[in-house]
Every structure is written in structure tokens, then in C-alpha cells.
């Protein structure tokens, strides 16, 4: 029986650093070094490893994050029958979304990495890296788009998010749990997420727009907003208090912003949906929405910022920005 191929594609992160001479841990492994170091790993697949970057993954860039799709569809153009994407652990959420947006396509790409450095006691990598790899080439993954493996749990993509700074827990689904897991070398599913059938992304990703994001706090009296656009932003992401509430001082710039661009409206609770219709006072999420702002829906600032970045690429109008964030409610 022939065993599946799978590519490897190396960013960096903690996953991949060690000790350098001056204290602290950078990026020096790469995707063909982290997979060697893992027993039974080399059974699994036929694995083409490649190392495109080596950062902390907080440098990443939706450029970079792009042209790892471009890897990837070309992979699978290829006859690769999975993805896996190593990087750090702080950005995880965002390159699973932005992929998920940008690969279309039936195989299983994953993406890994590690909260413990690889010559730290307990390090989490190896094991993160062979459950992620047995998720990326299982049948059951397929049709799932872009997963998270971290922890033996295997998460969605628009749905996953870092929770923690240091506990090999840290990545949580709080508003649909785990899809499944990984156990005993298996990987078992126990829910599916039908992603929204969007219209391709691919167009215009040369000349990403730049795209704000704002939290909200007690006390903002809106001179951050009122600046960005005069900063060259093409649109803006809000997150709000609760169900998507700004102060009420800010109401007025933030219709005059919208009128000028995509204004989206997200939660900085990270959980639940933007409400639509239930508070009604200056600043509410009526009252915004009436000036014109969007819904995030259910996707938190980061994730509505790389989908309204990707969708003013690809130059869709606000009947068609609208519909997406909404396929996301
Ligand atoms: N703490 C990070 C990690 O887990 C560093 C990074 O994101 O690159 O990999």
C-alpha cells in the first residue's frame, strides 16, 4: 500500500528555536530537522520538507501567509495529499484562517507548532508534529479546510484562538469545542464545520490593502479613530465591548469613517456574536450598524481583519463584503 505524500512547510517559532549564545531562544531548525527528530514520523508519509521562513511568528505577514497558499495549491496541483505548516504558536489562529480562506481545497492543510522550545523538559513539539501529521494525512480531515492540531485536540480554523501565554492547553474553541482529537496514534473526529462558500479570494493578492484594528476601551474618547483615515487605512475593524459597543462619544466619527471605508464591527469578549438588534443607545450595536458599519458575525477582529484585507483585494463591493461577514454570523 502506498503511504500518503505530504508537504512540510517550515516558518519558524518556538517550535523550531534553541539556545543562542546571548541568552533567550531563536529560530534555527528547520522543517527537515523538526521532522527527523520525531520517531515514526518518517513512516507515516512520504514528506517533502521545505523551511520558506524562520521567525518568530509575530513577523509573519499575510504576504508570507499568501504565498504559503500558493505553495500549497501548487502542492496539491502536485498530488500531495496533505498540508502541514509549522510556525509559532503567537499567529497560529490568524495563518489557519487566512489559509483556510486562500486554499481551496478537499485535502486537509494543518497547521503546528509548539508552546515549549525543543530542549526545554516536556517540550510539546514531536508530539504536536506527529498528531498534526496524522490529522494532514487522514481521510477523515478532508473537506474540513485549514485545521489547528495542538495538544492532540484538532481545532477548526475560524474558530481556534490562543488563550494562554504558556500552558501546552493554550489554544481553545470556545464557541464550538475541539472537532475532534487525536488518541492511541487515531485521529477521531467528533463534529464537522461546513466552511462558507465564498467566492475565490485569490485575486489581488499582490497589493494587499492596509486594514486597522481597533479595541475599544473605557474612556476611548475617539481620537485614534477619527486618525485612521488619514493614515492611508483602505478599512477599519472595530473591536467593541461586548455584543459591539463603542462609547457613545464616538458613535458620530465612527459613521463618518464608515462613509469613507469598510468599517467591521467585532467583539473584544472573542466569543459569541455581534449583536443586531437589541441595544439601541449612542454607541450600541444598532446605532453602529445604522451608521453603516458591518458584522464580524461570529469572527473575532484579527480573523474579520485578514477576510476584509483578502475581500478588498479581490475588490468585492459592500453588497458582496456584507455577505461574507454574514456567512460567518
Ligand atoms: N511563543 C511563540 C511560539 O509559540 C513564538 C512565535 O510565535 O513565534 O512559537
Not at 181 to 210: D, H, N
Not at 255 to 273: N, Q
Amino acid at each position: 500500500m502506498s503511504i500518503p505524500r505530504l508537504l512540510v512547510l517550515s516558518l519558524g517559532g518556538t517550535i523550531t528555536m534553541t539556545a543562542g549564545a546571548g541568552g533567550g531562544i531563536s529560530p534555527t531548525l528547520g522543517a527537515a530537522e523538526l521532522v527527523a527528530a520525531v520517531p515514526g514520523l518518517g513512516e507515516l508519509a512520504q514528506i517533502e520538507a521545505r523551511s520558506p521562513l524562520k521567525v518568530g511568528s509575530a513577523s509573519l505577514t499575510l504576504e508570507n501567509i499568501a504565498a504559503v497558499a500558493a505553495e500549497i495549491r501548487a502542492g496539491f496541483a502536485q498530488g500531495f495529499d496533505g498540508a502541514l505548516v509549522i510556525q509559532g504558536t503567537d499567529t497560529i489562529e490568524e495563518t489557519a484562517f487566512a489559509l483556510d480562506l486562500l486554499v481551496g481545497d478537499e485535502r486537509p492543510v494543518v497547521v503546528v507548532g509548539a508552546m515549549r522550545g525543543p530542549q526545554q523538559p516536556g517540550a510539546d513539539g514531536p508530539a504536536n508534529l506527529l498528531a498534526a501529521a496524522l490529522v494532514a494525512t487522514s481521510e477523515a480531515a478532508r473537506g474540513l479546510g485549514t485545521l489547528v492540531v495542538m495538544n492532540d485536540e484538532i481545532h477548526a480554523a475560524r474558530f481556534v484562538r490562543k488563550a494562554h501565554t504558556a500552558l501546552t492547553s493554550a489554544f481553545v474553541s470556545e464557541m464550538a469545542g475541539p472537532l475532534g482529537l487525536v488518541a492511541e496514534g487515531r485521529v477521531r473526529l467528533l463534529a464537522r464545520v461546513a466552511r462558507p462558500a465564498l467566492p475565490t479570494l485569490e485575486a489581488g493578492l499582490a497589493a494587499l490593502p492596509p486594514v486597522a484594528l481597533l479595541k475599544i476601551a473605557m474612556g476611548d474618547d475617539g481620537r485614534v479613530l477619527r486618525a485612521v483615515p488619514g493614515l492611508g487605512f483602505a478599512g477599519l475593524v472595530i473591536e467593541g465591548a461586548g455584543a459591539g459597543h463603542v462609547p457613545g462619544v464616538m458613535a458620530e466619527s465612527l459613521g463618518e469613517v464608515a462613509a469613507h471605508m469598510p468599517v467591521v464591527l467585532a467583539s473584544r469578549t472573542l466569543a459569541g456574536p455581534v449583536f443586531e438588534r437589541t441595544y439601541a443607545y449612542p454607541g450600541s450595536e444598532i446605532d453602529l450598524l445604522a451608521r453603516g458599519a458591518l458584522s464580524a458575525g461570529l469572527l473575532t477582529g484579527v480573523k474579520a481583519r485578514l477576510l476584509l484585507t483578502l475581500a478588498l483585494a479581490a475588490g468585492w463591493d459592500r453588497a458582496a463584503l456584507a455577505r461574507a461577514f454574514a456567512a460567518y454570523g
